[in-house]
């Protein structure tokens, strides 16, 4: 099944994601390789900065994907102001598997 993780920053909390980004982008990237991570990207705000977080992940059920969310070194730093998991449908434009 897949979750979405909707994540939104911190306010003045930039400087805490550009610092955690190498080692956010190597746990996608771990997350990519077993095959768990679907997509992610951040948010932009009206300058184009970052201020939150799509991650859409498979997972066996709401309390594997709240793990895998809160396994984020995002998450473990403090970026974010809130996180929620929602189960998701991919219907459009899904890729062929």
């Known amino acids: 099944m897949l979750f979405a993780f909707l994540c939104t ?33 951040p948010f932009l705000d009206d300058e184009g900065k970052p201020n939150g977080s799509l991650v859409v992940v498979e997972a066996a059920d709401m309390a594997a994907a709240r793990t895998l969310a809160e396994a984020d070194p995002y998450y473990l730093a403090g970026l974010f102001e809130k996180v929620d998991v929602k189960p998701w449908n991919w219907t459009i434009n899904k890729p062929a598997e």
């Open 9 to 41: 920053d911190k306010p003045g909390h930039l400087n805490v994601r550009m610092e955690t980004r190498p080692v956010h982008l190597e746990h996608l990237n771990k997350l990519t390789a077993d095959g768990t991570l679907k997509f992610a990207g």
